[in-house]
Antibody, heavy 118, light 106 residues
Framework: QVQLVQSGAEVKRPGASVRVSCKASGYTFSNYAMHWVRQAPGQSPEWMGWINPATGKTGYSQKFQGRVTISRDTSASTAYMEVTNLTSEDSSLYYC???????????WGQGTLVTVSS | DIQMTQSPSSLSASVGDTVTITCQASQGIINSLNWYQQKIGRAPKLLIHATSTLETGVPSRFSGSGSGTSFTLTISSLQPEDFATYFCQQYEGHPYTFGPGTKLDI
């Protein structure tokens, strides 16, 4: 079955960077887009960007453009999402999600909690 | 960006009830609308895509309708496992955006 397993929780200082990984199994990694979404406590999800694992093409929400980089390693069936210049506003649960077509987020990772604190 | 609103923000109901949640888009999104269910400590789960298509394995008591800017999620004959938070999400334009959620509790 489809599984997306994310890396563990992170605690970072303001101004630091964080990279979250998402390892896919149970399907052909290159055949499905991978998106990243974050969700602050008590808030609704917020879409950040996506990657086409086959081509490496990426797209980002304008809100995160320049501060977020999504990449992949097809040999490891793993997608990555890096956020730089962290502030307390970036403290959130970060999810990867598989998207077969359109905006249909049909499988999600378990989430990675990123806490930014001095 | 396309803004999504939901009503009500919270809803109390009983097992066996039928409830309806409304989602409005700030501009027309045709039928590019998904519904998710989220339980505490879990990732969102896709229930319905393209306004009215039930995901595999989702009980038929869930149904969706609408088009343009106004959409609804109806849950008939509520079961104990249905008490959760529900989000709508549009994918007509980037960035994809989610509604603020409707918390359904007993």
């Amino acid at each position: 079955q489809v599984q997306l397993v994310q890396s563990g929780a992170e605690v970072k200082r303001p101004g630091a960077s964080v990279r979250v990984s998402c390892k896919a199994s149970g399907y052909t990694f290159s055949n499905y887009a991978m998106h990243w979404v974050r969700q602050a406590p008590g808030q609704s999800p917020e879409w950040m960007g996506w990657i086409n694992p086959a081509t490496g093409k990426t797209g980002y929400s304008q809100k995160f453009q320049g501060r977020v980089t999504i990449s992949r390693d097809t040999s490891a069936s793993t997608a990555y999402m890096e956020v730089t210049n962290l502030t307390s506003e970036d403290s959130s649960l970060y999810y990867c999600a598989r998207v077969p077509y359109g905006g249909r987020f049909d499988s999600w990772g378990q989430g990675t909690l990123v806490t930014v604190s001095s | 960006d396309i803004q999504m609103t939901q009503s009500p923000s919270s809803l109390s109901a009983s097992v066996g009830d039928t409830v309806t949640i409304t989602c409005q888009a700030s501009q027309g999104i045709i039928n590019s609308l998904n519904w998710y269910q989220q339980k505490i400590g879990r990732a969102p789960k896709l229930l319905i895509h393209a306004t009215s298509t039930l995901e595999t394995g989702v009980p038929s008591r869930f149904s969706g309708s609408g088009s343009g800017t106004s959409f609804t999620l109806t849950i008939s004959s509520l079961q104990p496992e249905d008490f959760a938070t529900y989000f709508c999400q549009q994918y007509e334009g980037h960035p994809y955006t989610f509604g603020p959620g409707t918390k359904l509790d007993i």
